[in-house]
Structure formats: C-alpha cells, structure tokens
C-alpha cells in the first residue's frame, strides 16, 4: 500500500481514539523500516487535523528520522 493510501487507511481505522479522548500518542517499537515512524506519525498528523481542528498534535516516538521535526514529536532512546 502507498503512504498516502495507508495514511487514508489509519486516519479512516483510529480516528475514533481521538474522538473517544486519547490526548497524545506514545509509539513505541512499531517500526518495520527506516521511515516507518515518518509515515505513521504523518498519519498520525493528519488524523489529528481531522478530529480536533485547531489543537496542537503531540506524539512521542521512539526512533526518529529525518523530516520528523515537521510534527510536534519527542524522541526517546528508549532507556528508561
């Protein structure tokens, strides 16, 4: 599947956790390639946009590549 067809995908699949209150996502070892994350936090993103307009998207994410930057994500290393 495409990014933009698999992004229609998620939005389409997980928009109901936002509607049901989840403030931010946590992703955590979800990663199948490098820019996985990319792709699922620009879903994630345009989901956002989609649910609630006009608030802030927050995401934390485990890995980070580059290009990232763009959405309002914090990285970890995953050392606790």
């Known amino acids: ?5 698999w992004q ?4 389409a699949e ?3 956790f936002l509607r049901d209150g989840v403030s931010f ?3 955590d070892e979800g990663e ?3 820019f996985t994350y ?3 936090v620009s879903a994630q993103s345009a989901q956002w946009a989609a649910a ?3 608030e802030r998207f927050w995401s934390l994410t485990r890995s980070f590549t580059p290009g990232l930057q763009r959405f309002a994500t914090v990285t970890w290393t ?3």
């Open 1 to 5: 599947m495409s990014a933009p067809g």
């Open 8 to 11: 229609a995908w998620y939005v």
């Open 14 to 16: 997980h928009i109901h």
């Open 25 to 27: 996502w946590w992703n």
């Open 32 to 34: 199948t390639q490098w």
């Open 38 to 40: 990319h792709w699922w």
């Open 52 to 54: 609630l307009p006009g």
């Open 78 to 80: 995953g050392v606790r």
